[in-house]
């Protein structure tokens, strides 16, 4: 021992005879230890010495016994005990797996059994009784605060002692011997403590202790059970008697056997040798017969396995652990501990489990508290049961919150042992307390079944149509059953769960026989998409139909004068602000919804819609204007009702064992609650699956050690299954069959009669069967499920038959020429465009998908996925169409129609939308009509021959129409034009090349250009920070997939406040969409991602772009203020000039006159090189990929190509050399305007100041 430790310890005095000693500064010592202990090591150093050294067992227990009436240092004895006595597993947190800390371990619980043995004195337990008793005389408002720590001290002191676990080394007690724990308690009964805790526990004015309280009561009945205590001090009753000689008649019958085996193992006569035999027909590990070497009469447990080393088992697929088993306390104990039930039942019980159950709810209790209210409730309910039941003791956890309570913590328990692996036993412990507490309740409530008195029956009653109608009560033993894992759970556990689920099936199927029509409650789980509604029927949508609909709309609203009431208005709400769908997404839903009150001759409702969907939703004027007149709004609804809406199809009935060949639209589970008549045969049926019947045979195989009513009780549920259900087919399984052989060559099988009949029956249906059936046998291999049962006697169904519909080769071949007619056409949706032109109209869109993968048509199922829907609804006014329809009349002649026709309409609408409306009118048969035509009289000329330079550079530099156009049209748009630039190349083979490399040129113009307005627009926003992260992430990203060579998606997390502001701004979300990366593809993705398609040039490219516009205002404003009004005069006539001779130069190719348009411009600005700063903000790659561009789709010739390509070659390295010197001063002469200035300017003035940098 420590010599602090020790001189302290020899300062508290010493033991002389039975008389303790104590020095003057006995309570300075007390404290010191106190403060020691307060300081100790993980290795709990000090406890272990002072428990080394007996300090309890010579100083303090006789310190309090002899000077308790000095109150401070009894105080102080008091709570140095409390910290001595507390848990090895407190101290430790949990059972160390490091040796060293698992040795202290053991030290710590070793000296706290000493303790333990040290409390059981009638003199401890007489003194502590008394200071608690006098401290519960005082009235609350004597009662100081001290008086109040020193009674909770004193109940966490004998709560302690009694949690001290049992030594088993030391304790090898035979059941009616007094083990330490038993003498322990029989001190608290002789010292009068128990009756104290009744007190505690009845008492109004000290429910504060109630949790202790139950604590300390739960300690005490740790090793009893409910029907050892009933049983005390009573003669045997005539079952027990039959049970016992039941169970010795079995072990008789075991012994016998046994012993008449060994007489027929010996031989006739006595030979020295034991002798060889072959065994024919049993092959050995070659091909010969099995040589035996043993004796014959030993044959019979021959095995191959004889000699092999016995495989171990993984730590991880061990059954789980029984807990202690109980034991029988000696008979006065036990007496002792009745008397404290019946006492405690009557005065207690019902108030005690309020108290704590409050607390519960109220969450004023430590974790695991409830376990000791489980405990409580499984035990005294037990006990009132077997000792004369009366249901008023126990009225207060006889209700439908104690179900509800007890099945919330199943529940619970079950998912906890699932995500904490670590603490899965103890997790599985209090999940067992669970169950056991469920099932007392439901042997409750069937003894109240039995009751004389008409009112305990009727409450009954109640309680059982309350059990019977909810969902989760009827089906939480089938949920424990499919969820029963042997690793986890202990075999007790699936015992009682067993016991319980026949009890309840028993409760059931009486109740049903009482009651002809039982109504309960069904939750169905419905999936419903997450877009799109029931698509109107054809006889809703006819002309007829919407004429008479609307003409009742449109009197309601007139009668009403347009008017709505408050209520109406409020109860509409156009979007849902807790739904994971975008909002332009509710846009369209919310469009839908006002045609579907209209199809339902909802007027008010549509009205009201649609005038909240318009606050929703302004821009655009989708829903009309601010200031709308009732009568545009009336006009409105008129064109919602006539317009075709995207509504996605109706969910196609699915076969049951048809492949998921496609994934549709993401779906949501919505539960539907509804009642239903009750049939318990079809309840029974959930009870036929493998999952469930193999609980039942894994603790079928301990049938010579489970009780005759666990065996009755499985039994009796696979009775039902192979009986009731003709289900026998599920049991035709060799491991099965293996037990059922082991129970009918028991010696002891008379005492289990009715297991032998259900294995007879089972197996003479069996070979019954395989005497039709030649793959019975095989069948014994393997679990079967219902289909397969069936299957297995009633017959195989033949291929394909009952599965999904087969395709003769004429369908196959009629799909293989529809795929390929229309596969290069541009439909959204070739499965759609199938569907009507298949002979088979029966044919549904999953089984044309799947034919198709299955052919090799399509690679992959999802590539046939359902297009979705544009979001941006805007309908088609009759001004508008007859605008679109003029426009067509009046360029329908013309090389460009739908260019003329996007330049000139009023209402500016995608590429894609004005192709549909064009289709939909009839003004054209198909889109080729609308391709941009080519000259093909003048080869090797450009397209745009007699073009003036600004309109070049006009189409070179023409940005998006509209920003606010959604990203599917654009998608749309952009298909559009690579189809177009597809046919045209078709047209002309030789420019097949050069067509694509210019569409790729100018998508990038448009995008750099795009990017750049962006880019300055968020830095105007105090955005340069994100930026800046940004472009490091994807300049870094690059890096790593040059080095790596791997391409995967990358996300971009935000780790700033400011990065994770700016990624909710929907600015700097449309650039992130611009440079190509991608949003959160579903519910579980939370962060934006960099496409793995995305190449490591593309991403410097788009680091790149972030970049040059970052002092464009300034250089502006400085090049702005330091210009010249006579140069600036001078250079505008000069480049009038220059356009005039640009338009010479009509009959030369289009590139050559750019090249000498530019060399000119050289030359012109090299004399006022010096004269002003230049201001370069753009990169030099657009001037190259613009100059590329030129030339490459004018030009068709290959040599001409070739020439030029290399020229722009050459060029380019020109330009890679000066960008390394790239400056931020402009040219005085350039002609930059501000930001706002039109893209086409901006282009232009791009050109002059590269060329002033190459100067």
Request: charged share 35%; proline share 3%; with cysteine.
């Amino acid at each position: 021992m420590n010599c602090e430790l020790l001189a302290t310890c020899t300062a508290l005095g010493y033991l002389e005879g039975d008389t303790y000693h104590k020095e003057a500064d006995c309570l300075e010592s007390v404290k010191d230890l106190i403060r020691y202990l307060r300081h100790e090591d993980d290795s709990r150093d000090v406890r272990q010495q002072l428990g080394a050294g007996q300090i309890v067992q010579n100083d303090l227990l006789p310190i309090i016994i002899q000077h308790g009436q000095d109150k401070a240092l009894f105080d102080a004895c008091i709570r140095l005990m409390v910290n001595l006595t507390q848990p090895a597993m407190l101290c430790f947190g949990k059972v160390p797996d490091d040796p060293v800390f698992r040795h202290h371990f053991l030290q710590v619980t070793s000296h706290l059994q000493a303790y333990k043995e040290a409390f059981a004195s009638e003199k401890v337990f007489g003194i502590l009784s008394e200071i608690l008793y006098n401290l519960l005389q005082l009235d609350w408002e004597q009662r100081q605060e001290e008086d109040n720590l020193l009674i909770e001290r004193i109940l966490l002191l004998v709560r302690n002692v009694l949690h001290v676990p049992a030594d088993p080394c030391e304790e090898k007690k035979v059941d009616d011997d007094a083990s330490i724990h038993d003498r322990l308690l029989w001190a608290i009964h002789m010292s009068g403590f128990d009756d104290l805790v009744k007190f505690l526990a009845s008492a109004q004015s000290e429910q504060q202790w109630s949790m202790h309280v139950l604590e300390i009561i739960s300690l005490m009945f740790r090793d009893q059970t409910p029907e050892a205590l009933v049983s005390a001090g009573q003669a045997r009753s005539a079952e027990e008697k039959q049970r016992d000689s039941q169970e010795l008649e079995a072990l008789r019958q075991k012994e016998h056997a046994a012993k008449r085996s060994r007489t027929f193992q010996r031989g006739t006569r006595h030979s020295r040798f034991g002798g060889s035999y072959v065994v024919q027909g049993l092959k050995s590990i070659g091909d010969k017969d099995v040589i035996y070497h043993r004796h014959i009469h030993d044959f019979k447990n021959y095995t191959h396995d004889v000699g092999k080393a016995v495989r171990r088992v993984p730590k991880k697929n061990r059954q789980a652990q029984e807990c202690k088993d109980k034991r029988r306390s000696a008979l006065n104990v036990r007496l002792f501990l009745r008397e404290f039930c019946v006492d405690f039942l009557e005065n207690c019980y019902n108030r005690l489990m309020y108290l704590v159950k409050e607390s519960l709810i109220r969450e004023q209790t430590q974790q695991h508290d409830e376990t000791y209210y489980l405990w409580a409730l499984s035990f005294f309910m037990a006990f009132n049961r077997g000792n004369g039941f009366r249901a008023d003791l126990v009225s207060e956890t006889m209700s439908i919150r104690a179900f509800h309570f007890i099945e919330r913590n199943i529940t619970n328990y079950y998912e906890m042992i699932l995500t904490d692996r670590k603490e899965a036993t103890s997790w599985s412990r209090r999940m067992h307390l669970a169950l056991k507490a469920y099932q007392e309740l439901l042997l409750t409530v069937n003894e109240m079944d039995r009751s004389q008195d008409e009112s305990i029956r009727h409450s009954s009653n109640v309680i059982k149509s309350n059990i019977f109608y909810l969902m989760e009560y009827r089906e939480i033993f089938l949920t424990l059953l499919r969820k029963y894992d042997e690793t986890k759970q202990p075999h007790s556990y699936l015992k009682d769960l067993v016991e319980s689920t026949h009890l309840f099936l028993r409760m059931l199927e009486r109740f049903c026989k009482g009651h002809r029509n039982l109504i309960v409650q069904k939750k169905k789980v419905k999936r419903k998409r997450s877009r799109g509604d029931k698509k109107p029927s054809a006889a809703e949508t006819s002309p007829e139909a919407l004429a008479e609909t609307w003409k009742i709309v449109e009197e309601e609203l007139k009668t009403a004068g347009f008017q709505l009431s408050e209520s109406l208005m409020e109860s509409i709400v156009p979007f849902d602000a807790t739904s994971e769908t975008p909002l332009e997404e509710q846009r369209t839903e919310a469009m839908v919804r006002v045609q579907d009150s209209l199809l339902a001759r909802l007027g008010p409702e549509a009205l009201g819609l649609l005038r909240a969907a318009r606050e929703v939703w302004p821009e655009g004027d989708v829903f009309g204007s601010a200031d709308v007149e009732p009568e545009e709004e009336l006009e409105l609804l008129k064109q919602i009702l006539h317009a075709t809406l995207p509504r996605s199809s109706p969910p196609e009935p699915v076969v049951e064992d048809e492949d998921d060949a496609e994934l549709e639209e993401e779906e949501f589970e919505s539960v539907q609650v509804s009642e239903r008549e009750f049939n318990f045969l079809d309840f029974i049926k959930k009870f036929a699956s493998p999952n469930i019947v193999r609980p039942y045979l894994l603790l079928l195989r301990s049938y010579s050690k489970n009780t005759p009513h666990t065996n009755h009780c499985i039994a009796r549920m696979l009775h039902r299954v192979a009986v009731d259900l003709k289900m026998d087919a599920l049991l035709f399984q060799l491991s099965v069959f293996n037990l059922f052989n082991k129970i009918l060559s028991d010696p002891a099988a008379a005492a289990y009669k009715e297991l032998v009949t259900f294995a007879k029956y089972v197996l003479n249906h069996f070979f019954s069967l395989a005497a039709q059936n030649d793959k019975a046998y095989v069948e014994l291999l393997f679990w079967k499920n219902v289909g397969a049962a069936r299957e297995m006697t009633e017959g195989y169904s033949k291929d394909g038959e009952g599965k999904k519909p087969t395709w003769t080769e004429e369908e196959e071949e009629e799909l293989r020429k529809l795929y390929e007619e229309h596969h290069h056409s541009e439909v959204p949706d070739i499965v759609e465009t199938l569907l009507p032109l298949l002979s088979n109209s029966s044919r549904t869109r999953r089984q044309v998908v799947t034919q198709l993968v299955h052919m090799g048509l399509v690679d992959n199922a999802k590539d046939l996925k359902k297009q979705k829907k544009g979001t941006r609804i805007v309908l088609w006014t009759e001004e508008q169409e007859l605008e679109l329809e003029m426009l067509y009349e009046e360029y329908k002649d013309s090389d460009d129609v739908l260019g003329n026709i996007l330049k000139k309409v009023t209402a500016k609408r995608s590429r894609a939308r004005v192709v549909d409306k064009l289709l939909s009118m009839g003004l054209v048969s198909e889109r080729r009509e609308l391709y941009k035509r080519r000259s093909r009289s003048a080869k090797g000329k450009s397209a745009g021959k007699g073009m003036t330079e600004e309109e070049f550079l006009e189409g070179l530099t023409q940005d998006f129409p509209d920003d606010s156009v959604d990203r599917d049209d654009e998608d749309e748009e952009e298909d559009e034009c690579e189809e177009s630039e597809e046919e045209e190349d078709q047209e002309q083979e030789k420019s097949q090349n050069g067509g694509r490399r210019s569409q790729s040129l100018h998508s990038q113009v448009e995008r750099r250009a795009d990017v750049g307005n962006m880019v300055l627009t968020l830095q105007q926003e105090g955005l340069s920070g994100p930026m800046l992260w940004l472009q490091n992430c994807l300049n870094k990203t690059a890096e790593d997939r040059k080095k790596d060579g791997l391409s995967q998606a990358v996300p971009l997390v935000p780790l700033t406040e400011e990065n994770e502001d700016a990624m909710d701004n929907k600015s700097f979300r449309k650039l992130l969409r611009k440079l190509g990366i991608r949003g959160p593809a579903n519910e579980q993705e939370i962060f934006w991602r960099i496409p793995a398609n995305i190449t490591p040039s593309q991403l410097h490219s788009a680091a790149a772009a972030l970049s040059p516009r970052e002092d464009e205002p300034k250089g502006n404003q400085e090049e702005v203020g330091s210009r010249d009004p006579t140069v600036e005069s001078q250079e505008k006539e000069k480049e009038k000039e220059k356009e005039e001779e640009e338009e010479e130069v009509s009959g030369e190719p289009r590139a050559q006159a750019m090249r000498a348009l530019l060399l000119s411009r050289k030359r012109k600005h090299h004399t006022s090189e010096h004269t002003a700063p230049v201001s370069d903000v753009t990169p030099i790659e657009d001037t190259d990929s613009t100059i590329e561009r030129s030339h490459e789709k004018t030009s068709t010739k290959r040599s001409r190509n070739r020439v030029l390509d290399d020229d722009d070659d050459d060029e380019n390295e020109d330009n890679s050399t000066t960008a390394v010197d790239m400056d931020t001063n402009g040219d005085a002469d350039s002609d930059r305007e501000d930001i706002s200035a039109p893209v086409k300017r901006r282009r232009k003035m791009v050109l002059i100041d590269e060329e002033d940098d190459e100067d």
